[in-house]
């Protein structure tokens, strides 16, 4: 039931095998189509798009507490509250006022409670009863207190996942009344609390997280990742802000490389490639690096995902039904872990991990998650979107049912043996039972940014982003567009 306690564990787990994977350059990788592309997409998809929008915010609305905010890591499993599946909720409910699930009234409502509940939570250095320290979040909380669950870590990257939700619906509800006054001034005093200072104990790099038992997690953000978010809201601080060399620390361990054809920055989940995203339009903006490379952020996700999809066309693993429809590897559930012999060659699988594919970097086992897929339609919708049409058609209820995808499969897990959990469809293989916040998130959140581009056209003016990227040496875009 549990999944990894820590953002640490999805970096850790992967593992190199250098023979699965192309690290040999190449000068003139195959051209793909534009970085802003403008796809027609069926009648039928859309239908799709609406379906899977409207079931996967059904998940957060409905499996929220409305009263805390709280949000599960998972469902139906019981299990605590995840952070970082608060800000994707956060994130969620003002896509379901546009698209009209639910009213603005309401939605207002069920983000006042979150931000004053995670306000007024308890925080301190002791290691019991309480929900933070320091304006950081335990990676885990428990459902019915909002206490810390047991000894998880004060998590720097999923408090930045919540804040940056917070920071989405403060720039969303601007309506002048009580509620969304109020929505605003919590907004504002949760992210100015947080001291991104006090998270440097080997300054200029933002360590993961910490303990009461034992202090700093002696492991940093740095190197390409989910982390980008974590620095655009430690630069922009108004409060507690770190200095521009974090952000140069953070970049020092960058890999530019070639992984099926791709020249790109290369994280192997996909789900590095996609959390920052949500928040922040990449569109035109660059670094001083993307300037010396001459893409922006926003085209390297796409790279990464053209190369998924080129990896498992490829198969190197001969894992069943992957290809051009069926593909996606990233931090998701999955059967068991065991190292079985399959069709006569050792197989070994994972639970939870980080799964991913990227140059040196192979953590396969067989399972995908439709969130791969899902949190890439803003970056390459001609083939994210035809992918989970494909997997609602091929698995139907097994992978597709009341709140949108279950968090993954594995066709090749198709066994005589029990997982831990989850269940196996005999000639069709093992999919997951559960819904996992933190890859419900991606899927409608990019979905949504692909439609309307929502979530970047309101982050765009939020002021604390703005700073933050230009601390970071973001220029040109929209950026170059804004009021100082």
């Known amino acids: 039931m549990n999944r990894s306690c820590s953002a640490l564990r999805r970096l850790a787990v992967i593992i190199v095998i250098a023979t699965a994977c192309s690290t040999t350059r190449v000068p003139h990788p195959p051209t793909l189509p534009s970085s802003k592309p403008s796809v027609a997409i069926t009648l039928r998809q859309q239908a799709f798009l609406d379906t899977l929008e409207q079931r996967t915010f ?41 698209r009209k699930y639910v009213t603005r009234e309401q939605a207002a409502e069920r983000t006042l409670n979150t931000l004053r509940f995670m306000y007024n939570a308890p925080q301190g250095p002791q290691a019991t009863n309480v929900t933070g320290y320091k304006g950081f979040f335990y990676h885990f909380l428990d459902m019915q207190t909002g206490l810390r669950f047991e000894q998880v870590e004060l998590s720097t990257i999923d408090t930045s996942l919540l804040i940056a939700g917070v920071l989405f619906c403060q720039s969303y509800f601007v309506q002048q009344n009580a509620t969304e006054a ?22 200029p790099l933002v360590s993961m997280g910490w303990k009461p038992e034992s202090g700093y997690i002696e492991a940093d953000w740095h190197g390409l990742n989910e982390a980008i978010i974590l620095n655009v809201l430690a630069l922009g601080s108004p409060t507690h802000p770190v200095d521009v060399a974090s952000w140069d620390a953070y970049r020092s361990t960058y890999k530019w490389a070639v992984f099926q054809g791709q020249q790109h920055l290369n994280f192997a989940p996909l789900f590095g490639h996609q959390y920052s995203h949500i928040w922040i339009d990449f569109r035109g903006i660059k670094d001083s690096y993307m300037r010396s490379r001459g893409i922006d952020y926003f085209e390297n996700s796409r790279r990464a995902t053209y190369s998924q999809r080129a990896y498992a066309i490829a198969n190197p693993g001969n894992w069943k039904d ?9 931090a998701v559930d999955g059967p068991l872990d065991t190292l079985l012999t399959v069709r006569g060659s050792p197989r070994r ?38 992918a989970l049409v494909a997997m609602r058609e091929k698995y139907g209820d097994n992978l597709f049912s009341t709140y949108g995808f279950l968090d993954s499969f594995n066709p090749t ?57 230009r601390r970071a040496g973001f220029t040109g875009g929209w950026l170059d567009q804004q009021q100082p």
């Open 182 to 203: 109020a929505i605003r001034a919590y907004g504002d005093s949760l992210y100015l609390r947080v001291d991104w200072q006090w998270a440097r104990p080997r300054a």
């Open 322 to 330: 992957y290809g051009a429809d069926i593909w996606g590897l990233t």
């Open 58 to 98: 059904a998940w957060f609305w409905e499996r929220t507490d409305h009263k805390t905010g709280l949000s599960p890591d998972r469902w139906p499993t019981k299990s605590f509250s995840s952070v970082a599946a608060i800000g994707f909720a956060l994130t969620a409910y003002p896509v379901g006022v546009e």
């Open 349 to 386: 699988f994972w639970t939870y991990s980080a799964r991913g594919a990227a140059a040196g970097e192979i953590r396969d086992d067989g399972t995908l998650g439709p969130t791969a897929a899902g949190g890439s339609v803003a970056f390459a919708p001609e083939i994210a979107i035809p």
């Open 413 to 469: 897990f198709d066994l005589d043996i029990k997982p831990q959990h989850g269940k196996i469809v005999r000639g069709a293989g093992w999919f997951d039972t559960d819904y996992l916040g933190i890859d419900q998130g991606p899927i409608i959140a990019m979905i949504e940014n692909y439609r309307s581009d929502l979530i970047w056209k309101t982050m765009r003016r939020n002021p604390h982003i703005i700073r933050g990227l």
